[in-house]
C-alpha cells in the first residue's frame, strides 16, 4: 500500500549488500581503494575512520545514504526515503534542485573561490538580491558559511555597535555550536563544552502547551518575559548588547511564540539599549508561508540571520542589519569572516536559490502544502490519543507525543519505538525532545501523494508501537 517508498524498502532489506556508486580514488595510506563499497564495508570504514560526534556513539549504523531528488533520498542498498526533514533543512528546495546545480557548474566554470578581503561580482548581486526581499531598510548583508557563524556575527555587530558584551536567548533556543552561539543555546548541547564567556543568560520561554504561568488563560499575558528581565536586569553586568531569538523554536521541540510575544520582546530591548536578533535559520526564506517568519508577528529586528536552504543545499549563511548599525559597527575596526565567508561559489547558489523561491511562489506552496500536512496531522490526532499538540505551520510542523492527554506526560519511549519504526519503513523525520516531539519539514517539491505515504507510514508506526 505504501507505493514507491514502501516497495523500494522491500528491495533494500532483501540486497543488503549492494554496492554504493563511489569511483575510484586513492587512498591517504597509499594504494587504490576499492571502486564501490557495501554498507558493511562503509560502516567497518566509519568504525574505525569517522568521528561520531554527531550519532549514537555506541552504534555505528545505516542507512547510508548516496542519491536524492526532489522529497526523496536513496541509501547504498536501493532503498528509498522520504526525507521529511530536508536533509538537515537545507535541501528544503529539494535535493539536488537542477537549478542549484546549474549554478554550482557556471562557478565551477568561472569562480569557486576569492579573496575574503576583495569583493566579487556574485557576493555583490547577492547583497542586492537579499535587499530587495528584506524589510525596507535592511540593506546590508554580511555572508559567512554556517548558521553559527552568522549568529556568531551578529552578536559581534550588536556587541560593536551598543558596547555592551551580555546576551539574552529564550531557554528552548538553538542557535549553533561554536562557543558564542552554543553559549545561548538552551534546548542541549550546552553541558559539558563550557567555561563560556560570562554574560549569557537564558530567558523563560513562551511554551504553551506547557506553560507554569498562563497555561489556563486564553492568551499569554507575557509573565515569563516579566520574570525573565526582572532576573536579567538583577544580574546584568552593564546594558544588555542583544536579545537572539527564533520565530519559532525549531529544535527545541516546534515551539509557536504566542503572537504578540515577539513584539513584546522587541519593546522590552529597546527600553534597554539592546539589538533584537532573530535567527531565521529555520524558519525564513518562505518556508513558513512568508518571505520571513518574523512578517507574521509585524515585528522588524534589529539583525536577522539566514542558513539552511539559502544555499539550495550548499554551506552559505547571512547577517542582515540596517544602513545606520552596518556603518556604526564598520567605523569601530570590525572584522567578521573567515576563509570562505564570500565565495562566489556558493553566493551564486543563493542568487539561484532566491530565483527559485520568487517565480516558483514558493510562500504559496508552503501555504498549500502546509495546509495540506496539517489535515493529516489532525486526522491522525483523532485516531491516536498519544498525539497531544499538534504546531508549527507552513513547512515546519510538529507534534507532541504523551501517554496521557490529561497529565500531558511526555511519551519519551514510545516517540523514539515509533520513530525507529518510521525510519525502518522509510519516512525521515526528526526526533526532538528525547522522543516526545517529532518535525516534520518536508521539502517544497513535495507532493500531495508523497504526504498521504508518509502519513500512512507514521499512522502505520503508532499502530505497532503504542
Not at 580514488?25 to 561520531?52: I, V
Not at 531557554?171 to 558564542?180: E, K, L, P, R, T
Not at 543568560?201 to 488563560?217: H, N
Not at 522522543?435 to 505497532?464: C, H, K, N, W, Y
Amino acid at each position: 500500500m505504501m507505493g514507491m517508498i514502501r516497495a523500494a524498502n522491500n528491495h533494500g532489506h532483501q540486497t543488503n549488500q549492494k554496492k554504493s556508486q563511489f569511483r575510484n580514488h586513492s587512498s591517504d595510506k597509499g594504494g587504490t581503494m576499492p571502486e564501490e563499497y557495501t554498507e558493511a564495508e562503509l560502516l567497518e570504514m566509519a568504525r574505525k575512520y569517522s568521528f561520531r560526534s554527531r550519532i549514537d556513539k555506541n552504534v555505528v549504523t545505516g542507512p547510508i545514504m548516496v542519491w536524492g531528488r526532489g522529497s526523496v533520498v536513496r541509501d547504498v542498498n536501493g532503498k528509498e526515503y522520504l526525507d521529511f526533514n530536508s536533509g538537515q533543512m537545507c535541501a528544503a528546495l529539494g535535493h539536488n534542485h537542477p537549478r542549484i546545480v546549474q549554478a554550482l557548474h557556471e562557478s565551477g566554470e568561472t569562480l569557486i573561490h576569492s579573496h575574503m578581503s576583495m569583493f566579487n561580482d556574485r557576493e555583490i548581486i547577492l547583497a542586492v538580491r537579499l535587499a530587495e526581499i528584506s524589510p525596507e531598510g535592511m540593506n546590508r548583508s554580511m555572508f559567512l558559511t554556517s548558521g553559527s557563524d552568522s549568529n556568531e556575527a551578529a552578536m559581534a555587530i550588536a556587541k560593536r555597535y551598543t558596547g555592551g558584551y551580555e546576551f539574552a536567548s529564550p531557554a528552548v533556543s538553538f542557535h549553533g555550536m561554536n562557543d558564542s552561539t552554543r553559549a545561548v543555546t538552551f534546548s542541549g548541547w550546552h553541558e559539558g563544552y563550557g567555561p563560556y564567556a560570562p554574560g549569557h543568560y537564558p530567558i523563560i520561554a513562551p511554551y504553551r502547551y506547557r506553560c507554569r504561568f498562563c497555561q489556563d488563560r486564553p492568551a499569554c499575558d507575557y509573565s515569563c518575559l516579566d520574570t525573565s528581565f526582572e532576573l536579567l536586569d538583577a544580574q546584568a553586568d552593564g546594558p544588555l548588547a542583544g536579545v537572539i531569538t527564533e520565530p519559532l523554536f525549531s529544535a527545541g521541540g516546534v515551539i509557536d511564540l504566542p503572537y504578540g510575544w515577539l513584539a513584546e520582546l522587541k519593546r522590552r530591548c529597546e527600553a534597554r539599549g539592546a539589538l533584537l536578533i532573530v535567527d531565521e535559520a529555520q524558519t525564513g526564506l518562505a518556508k513558513l508561508g512568508t518571505m520571513w517568519a518574523f512578517e507574521q508577528e509585524g515585528v522588524v529586528p534589529d539583525i536577522f540571520t539566514i542558513s539552511k536552504h539559502f544555499g539550495g543545499g550548499v554551506a552559505i549563511s547571512a547577517a542582515i542589519t540596517t544602513d545606520a548599525i552596518e556603518e556604526k559597527a564598520s567605523e569601530t575596526g570590525m572584522v567578521v569572516g573567515h576563509s570562505h565567508s564570500n565565495d562566489p561559489m556558493p553566493c551564486h547558489a543563493a542568487i539561484a536559490s532566491i530565483d527559485i523561491i520568487l517565480e516558483e511562489l514558493l510562500t504559496d506552496v508552503a501555504q498549500r502544502i502546509g495546509a495540506y500536512w496539517r489535515e493529516h496531522l489532525e486526522r491522525l490526532a483523532s485516531r491516536h490519543e498519544i498525539i497531544g499538540d499538534i504546531r508549527g505551520r507552513g513547512l515546519l510542523q510538529g507534534i507532541e507525543l504523551v501517554t496521557d492527554r490529561a497529565t500531558r506526560e511526555p511519551a519519551y519511549a514510545q516517540g523514539r519505538e515509533i520513530g525507529r519504526r518510521c525510519l525502518e519503513n522509510g519516512l525521515i523525520m526528526s526526533v526532538r525532545r528525547s522522543g516526545s516531539v517529532f518535525r516534520f519539514v518536508p521539502p517544497f517539491t513535495t507532493t500531495e501523494a508523497q504526504m498521504d505515504e508518509a502519513a500512512e507510514i507514521l499512522d502505520d508506526a503508532i499502530v505497532q508501537s503504542v
